[in-house]
């Protein structure tokens, strides 16, 4: 009778598995970092199997509740997070999961260690990879203003290894009038108040992880008159804590949970701003320049999470390949099935890849070890990357579930979970069609210059594929095309011409 049940699909420590960025690691850093590292990725690789997975799944099965009023109907507004969900905050801390990328005690290597823990966290993070994206993008943006005294404490706690003193943080930009085109849709007001702080009022339509400790927010500063400056020039980035030390929310009401499709194991409120409290932290009318900091962050993570969902599903799918028999065969035995499983392997390597370039870059950038040239890639392949891997996640999420057949169709098996959440990336932290705009602006304001960096490092990576001899008919042909693409691109001053398109 045991006969008729089928096996379930496993996958072991995801650190071991994962032979790909093994030899990504090998092959980039200094060997006694590598020692290091891999001695800790091996340890964080077992946790994520014992420990991690399982509370993975108790977040999905256990999803934040949100109580209104107690039972003497005083209004209460509480979100109810599980057991399993505060204690992923705790690992968090104790993994140093932001704390790494600030301490930076492998210098630029750094990120990219804190990018590989991630990765690997991810998908067995139950959601929690969310807040941790908007907690570093803070950090990021802390970080770069300088850390001003008022924000040294917020600093201190976003990148804390103690579970105690470690703060999450949201990041609340969008309204309803607005999430695309957040410089005119935001209808939030900042009143500044005799001694320097300001109070919020407004609606923010859309708050993921509203169960964090801080916020960065954007709001219009009204003059004596009550008036606002509109569009991108009224916003002002500020800083403000959710609740204070008693847990009482400050001056915030929550009207409801969003009811959604997945992400389903954090809480995404919806929350009216009655004279928040908060501090301003940009330059009057900077506030979206210095609110890109936090998106530049919170892309990569969301790069982060599409690979890691994309290589969870194909590692399942693998395993179920060796296990599962049709016609009178293992699967794996199948040319058919392992051409379409060999078709989703390619494109998570190629995203993996990607994804280590980028953070490579951006560790480079953090410790001023950066090029010029270096930084322009990085502000375009942040968009591309993100507008690129976040479809891409649903549409391999989507061909492996079919790999199970009708067991990938099944909640409890765990895998819809994975496809469910692989369909946001592609809508938050900026769709697609305005990444692609965000990569227009970028050619705009460095006239042509990050296109120009991109094609010679393309032809580089180019002519050192030549040198491979199965690859160098195609090398070769791609590396024609780049040639007259950049060309073109001489002859008609692409970055003069996208300019004016973007003025009009
Ligand atoms: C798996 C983990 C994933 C984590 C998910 C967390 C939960 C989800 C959280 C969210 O979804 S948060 C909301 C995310 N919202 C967005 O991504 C908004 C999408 N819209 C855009 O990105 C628009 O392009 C934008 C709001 C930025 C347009 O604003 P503006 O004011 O019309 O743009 P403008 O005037 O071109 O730029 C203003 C300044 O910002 C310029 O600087 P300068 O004044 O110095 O020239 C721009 O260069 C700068 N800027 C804009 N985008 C930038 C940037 N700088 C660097 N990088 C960028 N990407
Ligand atoms: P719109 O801006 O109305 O877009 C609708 C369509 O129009 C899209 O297809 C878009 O691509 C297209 N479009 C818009 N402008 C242009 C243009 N110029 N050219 C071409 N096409 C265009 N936001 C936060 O601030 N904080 C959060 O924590 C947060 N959490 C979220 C959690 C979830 C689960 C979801 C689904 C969303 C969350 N968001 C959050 C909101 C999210 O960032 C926005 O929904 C997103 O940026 C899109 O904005 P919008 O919903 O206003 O859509």
């Not at 301490?103 to 990219?112: K, P």
């Not at 900091?293 to 982060?304: K, Q, S």
């Not at 592609?426 to 970028?442: F, K, M, P, Q, Y």
Request: charged share 20%.
């Amino acid at each position: 009778a045991e006969a008729l049940f089928q096996e379930q699909p496993k996958t072991g420590n995801p650190y071991l598995e994962d032979t790909l960025l093994q030899s990504y690691l090998k092959t980039h850093l200094p060997l006694k970092v590598l020692e290091e590292m891999h001695q800790n990725l091996e340890r964080f690789g077992k946790r994520l199997l014992n420990e991690i997975q399982p509370l993975g799944w108790e977040c999905e099965l256990n999803p934040p509740v949100f109580r209104q009023f107690d039972a003497w109907g005083r209004r209460v507004d509480h979100i109810h997070t599980c057991l399993a969900w505060r204690r992923m905050k705790e690992i968090s801390a104790e993994e140093g999961l932001i704390a790494e990328a600030y301490e930076r005690r492998y210098t630029h290597w750094s990120r990219l260690y804190q990018a590989v823990k991630l990765y690997l966290f991810s998908s067995s993070s139950g959601g929690f990879s969310c807040p941790l994206a908007m907690t570093d993008g803070a950090a990021k943006v802390i970080e770069s203003l300088g850390i001003p005294g008022s924000l040294k404490n917020a600093f201190d706690r976003l990148t804390s290894r103690d579970p105690e003193m470690f703060w999450t943080s949201g990041q609340w930009m969008t309204e309803r009038r607005g999430g695309s085109d957040v410089a005119n849709g935001t209808e939030t007001v900042a009143r500044k108040q005799p001694d320097g702080s300001y109070r919020l009022y407004g609606f923010k339509w859309f708050t993921s992880a509203a169960d964090s400790d801080m916020a960065l927010t954007l709001a219009r500063i009204a003059d004596a008159e009550g008036q606002c400056t509109q569009g991108s020039r009224g916003l002002s980035l500020f800083f403000l804590r959710v609740r204070d030390e008693q847990g009482k929310l400050n001056n915030i009401q929550v009207q409801r949970l969003k009811d959604k499709l997945g992400t389903r194991q954090m809480a995404t409120a919806e929350l009216w701003l009655q004279g928040a409290r908060a501090e301003l932290i940009s330059a009057e009318g900077r506030g979206v320049a210095a609110i890109a900091n936090m998106l530049n962050i919170t892309r990569i993570h969301n790069v982060i999470g599409a690979v890691a969902a994309m290589r969870r599903m194909i590692s399942l799918s693998r395993d179920y390949a060796c296990k599962r028999v049709a016609f009178g065969k293992l699967l794996k035995n199948h040319p058919l099935h392992v051409q379409t499983m060999a078709r989703m392997e390619v494109q998570v390597r190629g995203a993996f890849l990607l994804l280590m370039d980028i953070v490579r870059l951006l560790g480079l950038t953090e410790t001023n070890l950066a090029s010029e040239q270096e930084q322009l890639l990085l502000r375009l392949l942040i968009p591309v990357a993100k507008l690129y891997t976040g479809k891409q996640a649903s549409a391999v999420a989507i061909e492996a579930m079919e790999s199970f057949g009708g067991q990938g169709y099944m909640e409890d098996t765990g895998l819809p979970v994975i496809l469910r959440d692989a369909l946001v990336l592609s809508i938050w932290e900026g769709t697609t069609n305005v990444l692609s705009l965000d990569v227009l602006r970028s050619l705009a304001k460095s006239q042509g210059q990050v296109m120009a960096v991109f094609l010679s490092t393309v032809k580089k990576k180019l002519e050192l594929a030549s040198g491979i001899k199965e690859l160098s008919p195609a090398a070769q042909r791609a590396q024609e095309a780049i040639g007259s693409l950049q060309q073109f691109m001489t002859n008609m001053g692409i970055g003069r011409a996208l300019s004016m398109e973007l003025a009009a």
